[in-house]
């Protein structure tokens, strides 16, 4: 709140408020700031206090005025026009019959950095309905901190201390994952798995070894943001492709694959993001026809592996690893900062891979990877999955109630970590409500390849199960 009695005016405050989320990327780029009317009203303010608070913004360069539209934050990578007016974006794909071969190119408007910034930006000490991984303590553990210990032994630091390592990663982690991958009945020898430092990584080994800027990329909407911003980063030119309950929307891959010649298509099969959808054992073998019809390739992120059952659908397994290559990670499962991921490729791609690792990181921490090694071979890891799977399931069907209690809608079926909801009311501008509450929120658009006005927002289940946020939640979405 606000303080009447503060050395700083009000004027002062609200404007430092906004400044510190802005230069945080807590509020991305191009987003709208409250009517005046609403910010007064959101924070027991004057008008006269919030144009005074927005013009400071102004006066700052943080945020620009638009013509009969309001204060938008800043995005100073975009191109001005005579007087003062944002180019004209690229229009939003659509997928209908007039607009479907309309596909994004240029800058993203998702700024999905302000989500990630929030990871590290604590907002407050209230669970995060927001954010992407498990709470800590959930991933509390005494097998890894020993399988540390036993890996750092005088001798086998003095080992790991004189050299790179392998440059495939190291060989009893490869080892241990191929025996895992057979598992999931996805054939990869230790010689097609390369380590990397997280999942992010190992996907963008694959796009920087098959792809060059300008080149198509079918991606899920909605999908992961980060990997939109990423692959906008690099050029590429974003296909978006609705991702519905089965999996993909065939009939616009395949108008795609007609008119764009798509290079690659990036999907997660299983408890997809935002959806927690898992794909169905027809439409992957449509997606994988039409692969090999017209000639592109499809990473298949499975990051959500740990807690999904074993026999779900992969294309990775129904594919053979012939046009697929095969991306997980363990940050989600264990802990964030080990950072440790891998990719498993069909043999003629590996060279190549490995040569684009090298040439960005050289190696990879092998003490890490030797300690993972450990974790997955005397089965810490398998039992860990289980506990965590349980108690997510627990804490998902507590979720579920005080959601649907708070008035909220599922437009997908609660499974996984994430819970897809339709909140009747625009989620950006909810999502700046909750900030000033503590809450840091996943709206809608922010999981579209074009940011554009949703009622939807993904929850964590898992950091959802808190009665004082759905309260709160309640109150602010009735005065909306």
Known sequence: MLMKASSQSLTEQLAGRFAERIRNRLLAPGTRLPSVRQCAEQHGVSPSTVVAAYDQLLAQGLVEARKNRGFFVREASLPRVEGGEEAAPALPTGFNAAHWIVARRGPAPVNATSQIRGMFHKISNKPQPGMGVFPSDWLESTFMPAAVRKVTSTRALHDFSLQYGEPLGDSSLRRALSQKLAGLNVPASPEQII????????????????????????????????????????????LPVPRRADGPDLEVMARYCAVHKPKLYVSVSVFHNPTSYCLSPGSAHRVLQLANQH??????????????????????????????????????????????????????LVEQML?????????????LERALALCIEQGQLR????????????????????????????????????GWVDTGVDTDALSQRMLDEGYLLAPGALFHAERTPSTLMRINFATTQDAAFWKRYSELVKRM
């Open 383 to 418: 039992r860990h999955s289980e506990r965590v799977r349980t108690r997510l399931d627990v804490a998902r069907g507590r979720s579920v109630k005080l959601a649907l209690n708070a008035g909220c809608r599922f437009a997908a079926e609660p499974a996984g970590l994430f």
């Open 355 to 367: 040569d684009t690792k090298l040439l960005g990181t050289l190696t990879t921490p092998a003490l």
């Open 295 to 348: 000639d592109f390739h499809i990473v298949e992120d499975d990051t959500y592996s740990h807690i999904a059952p074993a026999h779900a659908t992969r294309l990775s397994a129904l594919d053979g690893l012939q046009r697929t290559i095969y991306v997980g990670g363990f940050a989600k499962i264990l802990a964030p900062n080990w950072r440790i991921g891998f990719l498993a490729a069909p043999a003629p």
């Open 195 to 238: 380590t990397s430092v997280g999942a992010t990584h190992a996907l963008d080994i694959v796009s920087r070894t098959l792809l060059r800027p300008g080149d198509p990329v079918m991606v899920e909407e909605p999908g992961w943001a980060v990997e939109f911003a990423r692959l906008t980063a690099l050029g590429m030119h974003l």
